[in-house]
């Protein structure tokens, strides 16, 4: 399959801002923080190349994760591979359709139904049913050109095997669809623990999904992925990012309580101005207490990483048309190493 790979500059009322656009690849970077999460909230922010006023067919776009850069959820062999599929599904043969829509001068492509998926190399595809549609906005055009978002959040257990819930999130109504969503946008519905709330509006929840198996046994998901299929009408994606909200701890396993009956501390056995740092063990905890000060994270608890905590890229580091195809990307901020077009 042929592929673009490049970077473009788009004008947004005067204010230009760069995208990688891309069409018929996959785009990779290695989590800072390796696979050692129990829950993560992935996300990018993107507009689609139009095909004038006229559907597209049969288009990919996957947003997850997978096990390493050589065997991405797009190859033919991948190892492991988690996320969602946000035009139907991607197993061969499924409807997948971008349905034009004018919305009074702010178009948007209305796409068929996504799934959340798993793929492993022995196993192949598992699929959800129904996780959500959202609207993908028509690039460069319209009264107001327009960026939009979408959020996928997996929750797995402390094992990090077994079903995983899964929730998507993104624009879905006509009115919001009229919005631009900038980066610090993006950031913002990142950072945020529950639904992402921009511009005082809550984005849409595709159903909560927890009907599909995640593991590490093929290997861990360490690696943010994102694939568009279509090369001949390019995914322009204006940032990307990865937040981890629960690490996990102790090789693997996160140690919260060994008491049966769980933990429970209702801080009624502590002195009025005594709790500083290191507190008491409470009822049915493993341990004492801790309140880390603000070095330790930044808008989301247990944060890790570099730089700030956040993996983030906006492509603005990047000089117009510097992309090609074969080649490795910067660093960018908080990832633990290059980025790759596959």
Not at 94 to 116: C, D, E, K, Q
Request: net charge negative; charged share 10%; aromatic share 12%.
């Amino acid at each position: 399959m042929p592929f673009t790979a490049s970077i473009i500059q788009r004008d947004f009322t005067t204010v230009f801002d760069n995208a990688l656009k891309l069409g018929g690849a996959s785009y990779l970077r290695a989590l800072a923080y390796g696979g050692g999460w129990s829950r993560i909230r992935i996300g990018a922010l993107v507009a689609v190349t139009p095909n004038s006023t006229i559907n597209i067919s049969d288009a990919v776009l996957t947003i997850g994760l997978c096990s390493g850069k050589n065997y991405p959820g797009s190859s033919n062999c991948t190892l492991s591979a988690f996320g969602f599929s946000c035009i139907g599904s991607p197993v061969q043969g499924s409807t997948r359709l971008l349905t034009y829509t004018a919305n009074s001068g702010y178009p948007y492509f209305n796409p068929t139904t996504g799934v959340i998926f798993r793929k492993t190399c022995p196993i192949g595809y598992q699929v959800s049913a129904s996780a959500g549609a959202f609207f993908l906005p028509l690039a460069g055009t319209g009264t107001q050109k327009r960026r939009f978002p979408i959020y996928v959040d997996i929750t797995r257990s402390l094992g990090g095997a077994g079903l995983a819930t899964v929730n998507a999130y993104g624009v879905t109504v006509a009115a919001t669809g009229q919005l631009d969503f900038r980066p610090d946008h993006f950031q913002d519905g990142l950072d945020q623990i529950g639904t992402p709330t921009i511009y005082n509006t809550a984005l849409t929840a595709g159903a909560t999904i927890s009907t599909i198996s995640i593991g590490d046994e093929f290997g861990p998901l360490d690696t943010f992925e994102i694939f568009w299929s279509s090369s001949t009408f390019p995914l322009e994606i204006y940032a990307i990012g990865a937040v981890v909200i629960n690490p996990t701890q102790n090789s693997g396993t996160m140690d919260v309580y060994t008491d049966t009956g769980g933990g429970f501390d209702i801080l009624s056995q502590y002195q009025p101005g005594t709790q500083v740092t290191d507190l008491a063990f409470g009822t049915g905890f493993s341990g004492a207490g801790t309140i880390y000060g603000a070095s330790y994270g930044t808008t989301v608890i247990n944060m890790l990483g570099t730089s700030g905590g956040v993996p983030m890229e906006n492509f603005e580091q990047y000089t117009t048309g510097s992309i090609v195809s074969g080649v490795t990307l910067n660093a960018g901020t908080g990832w633990s190493n290059y980025g790759t077009i596959y």
